[in-house]
């Protein structure tokens, strides 16, 4: 069963902490995304990545930033977290050979973070 | 660019009726397009895609969703709708020689009653 894994379901931070938001895939996906989901707003891309160490600016990136050191492993940083940040993150994996099986998006169970 | 949009933002039916959601969508290319639902406080789970060959797309639960590339859309069906079937739907578009970025839609919420 192919899983996309998020570190926490809730978490609650103090403005202006640092905020590490971790995600882990086993399918030995190239493509790996940060979404974050507001009521009305549906799902805004926040960062990309296509590769170890590669990232693409996505839709709202200001006030993030994202690691990939390793091929599984993707993670989203608030480098000071705000109240506007309080909002669901989802992770989610790809495939990006266009005839493959995985080309859909594979996601975590999202993580809900609440700035206070 | 592209775009994706779901017109209705909730949709009601009655247990046992048809439904539909609606999915247009706009790609400079050709397009894959997906479809997704989303139950409370959970992930995005794939339901159906289309990438090529047949525009009638079937996925799981029943759900189907055709391809039609002259209205530009991809509607997402199900002949008998049940109240377990009440959840959040995204359809998502990509283009095909994109490196893998799909833009999705707002969401139609679906609501189910009995």
Redesign the interface.
Known sequence: DVKVTQSSRYLVKRTGEKVFLECVQDMDHENMFWYRQDPGLGLRLIYFSYDVKMKEKGDIPEGYSVSREKKERFSLILESASTNQTSMYLCASSDPRGASVDTEAFFGQGTRLTVV | AQSVAQPEDQVNVAEGNPLTVKCTYSVSGNP?L?W?VQYP??????LL?Y??GDNLVKGSYGFEAEFNKSQTSFHLKKPSALVSDSALY?C?V?D??D????T????TTLTVKP
Not at chain 2, 41 to 46: A, D, E, I, T, V
Not at chain 2, 99 to 102: R, T
């Open positions: 894959y997906f997704y406080n959970r992930g995005l789970q794939f895609k990438i090529t995204f998502a990509r095909m020689f490196a893998g970025k799909s999705f839609g707002d969401g």
